[in-house]
């Protein structure tokens, strides 16, 4: 097929994920719970948490993976469908949990809601922000590879909403860079989406094989005032750890993915 016809590595990972928990959730209900159809599942669970780890990397090669696993998920459902109990009763989903004071010091309440705007660009972009500013939201969020930090900067600078009331965030998305590299990076960025203010907060937007270098070139930055705090964005435990024990700047956030389409 045309590559523009290809489907998105995330959302492709997401989907497969989804029917993946579901069949598992119903093989939990059936009376078939036992034999080679749980084996199977598992073996499933173990490829497609192997393809989205290469997704979550952004390795060459993930699309190639995830395709495979989403393959091969539609095969086995399509298969053991007929064993499959349709429904069952699940436990109710956990609520929100209520602020500490100390997670209030480092994550006002104020930015307890986000707004995303992934694959918003444009006059699109601005609107949306300049509306979900007057619909109350106070916590932007955005990233390097985005690319919309001028029409978010434009919808910040016409809103009545102060600055010192705005929640912003980014992330620096390239990896695999020196902390020089990371630095100038995300200097540049800011320097289009606040020019002569902050970001409240810099994420690193994925891992690298060593993040350390990048997240010095983070704390030089907090160190210099253009960003107030610094966050992790698809990290593992591991690679969370790491940081933890060598960071000078700890992280004030760990942006993790939840979603209905991925339940854990």
């Given at each position: 097929?045309?590559?523009?016809?290809?489907?998105?590595?995330?959302?492709?990972?997401?989907?497969?994920?989804?029917?993946?928990?579901?069949?598992?959730?119903?093989?939990?209900?059936?009376?078939?719970?036992?034999?080679?159809?749980?084996?199977?599942?598992?073996?499933?669970?173990?490829?497609?948490?192997?393809?989205?780890?290469?997704?979550?990397?952004?390795?060459?090669?993930?699309?190639?993976?995830?395709?495979?696993?989403?393959?091969?998920?539609?095969?086995?459902?399509?298969?053991?469908?007929?064993?499959?109990?349709?429904?069952?009763?699940?436990?109710?989903?956990?609520?929100?949990?209520?602020?500490?004071?100390?997670?209030?010091?480092?994550?006002?309440?104020?930015?307890?809601?986000?707004?995303?705007?992934?694959?918003?660009?444009?006059?699109?972009?601005?609107?949306?922000?300049?509306?979900?500013?007057?619909?109350?939201?106070?916590?932007?969020?955005?990233?390097?590879?985005?690319?919309?930090?001028?029409?978010?900067?434009?919808?910040?600078?016409?809103?009545?909403?102060?600055?010192?009331?705005?929640?912003?965030?980014?992330?620096?998305?390239?990896?695999?860079?020196?902390?020089?590299?990371?630095?100038?990076?995300?200097?540049?960025?800011?320097?289009?989406?606040?020019?002569?203010?902050?970001?409240?907060?810099?994420?690193?937007?994925?891992?690298?094989?060593?993040?350390?270098?990048?997240?010095?070139?983070?704390?030089?930055?907090?160190?210099?005032?253009?960003?107030?705090?610094?966050?992790?964005?698809?990290?593992?435990?591991?690679?969370?750890?790491?940081?933890?024990a060598e960071s000078r700047f700890r992280p004030a956030a760990l942006q993790i993915q939840f979603s209905v389409y991925e339940p854990c």
């Amino acid at each position: 097929s045309r590559d523009d016809e290809r489907p998105e590595p995330v959302l492709l990972a997401m989907t497969s994920r989804y029917v993946y928990n579901n069949a598992r959730l119903a093989l939990r209900c059936s009376e078939t719970a036992a034999g080679p159809l749980a084996a199977s599942l598992s073996e499933l669970g173990s490829s497609l948490d192997q393809a989205q780890e290469a997704v979550r990397r952004r390795h060459p090669a993930s699309l190639d993976a995830i395709t495979a696993a989403a393959l091969h998920t539609t095969e086995l459902i399509s298969a053991v469908g007929p064993q499959l109990q349709s429904s069952c009763n699940v436990p109710s989903p956990v609520g929100f949990i209520e602020p500490t004071s100390t997670i209030e010091r480092s994550f006002p309440r104020s930015a307890a809601i986000g707004f995303g705007t992934h694959e918003l660009r444009g006059s699109d972009c601005y609107l949306a922000v300049r509306a979900a500013l007057e619909a109350g939201v106070r916590h932007i969020d955005t990233a390097q590879s985005y690319q919309n930090s001028q029409e978010i900067r434009r919808a910040l600078e016409d809103s009545t909403v102060p600055r010192a009331e705005i929640y912003l965030a980014t992330k620096l998305s390239s990896t695999g860079l020196s902390e020089q590299d990371a630095y100038n990076e995300l200097r540049t960025e800011l320097n289009i989406l606040a020019p002569g203010s902050y970001a409240d907060l810099c994420y690193l937007h994925f891992p690298s094989d060593d993040s350390l270098p990048a997240w010095r070139g983070l704390e030089r930055l907090v160190s210099e005032g253009y960003c107030r705090q610094l966050g992790l964005s698809n990290f593992g435990k591991d690679e969370v750890e790491k940081i933890l024990a060598e960071s000078r700047f700890r992280p004030a956030a760990l942006q993790i993915q939840f979603s209905v389409y991925e339940p854990c």
